[in-house]
């Protein structure tokens, strides 16, 4: 264990603790909401263990709790995680072989992807993907049960801003990336595109469709989007 940490790095560990920290919060947020909205306890629990993904389990809750079937809110969910596919040729090299690979495989997260690129050794990068990758696990869902658990006492989880908690993480995660024109004018396009096609498109999709605005700007090699690893000084 002290091997690892010192292949990671005081710095980086500091950053990845901070992050496990708002996936903490964020899972309390998902928690309560979704047992605050009256679904069973058990349901949070389960997709946190079984899925753990933050952005397709909203998905998946939100459809439900607006009158959506089942079947609706998987597909939509499964939309929303198709992102996965890209992240997964990018860090194949972190998660190892075998029975390995599998768990590598269920811990593949955004935040977890994001740091794991922006390493350039093969060593700390399987040390970045496998420390950080058990503790968002970890700190997901020990949040996602103690906010469950809190639901039903908190009752309006909106009058808390706890449905806030999940978009404004993901901006901060974002931010240093927005400095840059090009990701900039990618980002209010892809804004644009969401916010027009909500209306139509079912709960979950105007995400995916957000991504046409990749078409009409130009290609580049973006800097990495993560605080304190790699394109931003402190």
Request: aromatic letters at 8%; a positive charge; one cysteine or more.
């Amino acid at each position: 264990m002290r091997s690892v940490w010192r292949t990671v790095g005081r710095d980086l560990a500091a950053d990845a603790a901070l992050v496990a920290a708002a996936i903490g919060v964020v899972g309390l947020a998902f928690g309560a909401i979704a047992v605050g909205s009256g679904l069973p306890l058990w349901l949070p629990a389960a997709l946190s263990l079984l899925v753990f993904a933050g952005a397709s389990q909203f998905v998946f809750i939100g459809i439900l709790t607006a009158g959506g079937g089942p079947l609706g809110a998987l597909a939509a969910a499964l939309a929303v995680n198709s992102r996965h596919l890209p992240f997964g040729f990018a860090v194949s090299d972190a998660l190892g072989s075998g029975w390995r690979r599998y768990v590598g495989a269920h811990l593949m997260i955004d935040e977890t992807v994001a740091f794991t690129i922006a390493q350039q050794d093969p060593a700390r990068r399987r040390a970045v993907y496998w420390t950080l990758g058990v503790g968002l696990f970890a700190t997901w869902n020990i949040g996602v049960l103690a906010g469950s658990l809190a639901g039903t006492a908190i009752g309006d989880t909106a009058a808390f801003g706890l449905d806030a908690a999940f978009p404004a993480m993901l901006l901060a995660l974002v931010r240093p990336s927005l400095r840059e024109r090009r990701m900039a004018t990618a980002a209010v396009l892809g804004a644009c595109v969401a916010l027009a096609s909500a209306p139509v498109l079912p709960s979950g999709m105007p995400v995916l469709a957000a991504l046409l605005a990749l078409l009409v700007v130009p290609a580049g090699t973006p800097r990495a989007a993560v605080p304190g690893v790699v394109g931003e000084s402190r």
